[in-house]
């Protein structure tokens, strides 16, 4: 099993081929189009659905909240890593390198 800490915050993250996802309220709402199946992510606007277009890394998303919210780096690093995860593992994401 991969823990949070093994996770690469230098990675960026991409949807999945049939994947959609869309901002709700409560956070992220993800459609897989393949199952299909709905998936929420209760982000309460901390990670924006541009996220996952492969164009910033885990360790900006992590640097973006920590200063917009001034929570410990430590917290916030392990429970995105926790959520990047958890996305992956369900085939909703993937992750790539950012050059």
Not at 77 to 84: A, G, P, S, T
């Amino acid at each position: 099993m991969i823990e949070p800490s093994d996770t690469p915050t230098h990675m960026g993250y991409k949807l999945a081929d049939g994947v959609q996802v869309r901002e709700e309220k409560f956070g992220l709402l993800f459609y897989n189009y393949r199952g299909p199946r709905l998936y929420f992510l209760p982000t309460k606007g901390l990670i924006a659905s541009d996220f996952f277009n492969g164009g910033k890394s885990a360790s900006e998303l992590i640097e973006s909240i920590c200063s917009q919210n001034m929570w410990p780096r430590v917290r916030v690093r392990d429970r995105i890593k926790q959520v990047l995860i958890m996305l992956e593992k369900k085939g909703l994401i993937r992750g790539q390198s950012i050059c």
